[in-house]
């Protein structure tokens, strides 16, 4: 088993900056990958960006492409998502996942990850 503990989140006006944080714990050998979802209310899951734990490689969604930036820390075990310029549409709550048993190519799709952090609300309004 991971556990995935997330940290960062709050509340920020439109145009300014957020960062969050994942550590992970537990059975740090499984993890091939790991990510960050967010999900506003009333809406689906949907998928921020992701890191292929081995070499780094990232997959961005096109709607934060440019604006985030993610960064792994492997002796720590940890994932950071650097927000900027953020928009009221990035409301929601962000979760951070871990381990993706289907590769690189499925790191879009929230029900090929293994294990889920709690969530961290993450509001931008001015």
């Known amino acids: 088993q991971v556990q995935l503990v997330e940290s960062g989140g709050g509340l920020v006006h439109p145009g300014g900056s957020l960062s969050l944080s994942c550590a992970a714990s537990g059975a740090i050998g499984e993890i091939n990958a790991m990510g960050w979802f967010r999900q506003a209310p009333g809406e689906e899951r949907e998928f921020v960006a992701a890191v292929k734990w081995s070499n780094g490689y990232i997959v961005y969604a096109d709607s934060v492409k440019g604006r985030f930036s993610l960064s792994r820390e492997r002796a720590k075990n940890t994932v950071s998502l650097q927000m900027n310029s953020l928009e009221p549409k990035d409301t929601a709550v962000y979760y951070c996942?871990?381990?993706?048993?289907?590769?690189?190519?499925?790191?879009?799709?929230?029900?090929?990850?293994?294990?889920w952090g709690q969530g961290t609300q993450v509001t931008v309004s001015s």
């Open positions: 996942t871990a381990h993706n048993p289907a590769g690189a190519a499925f790191y879009n799709l929230a029900n090929r990850w293994d294990y």
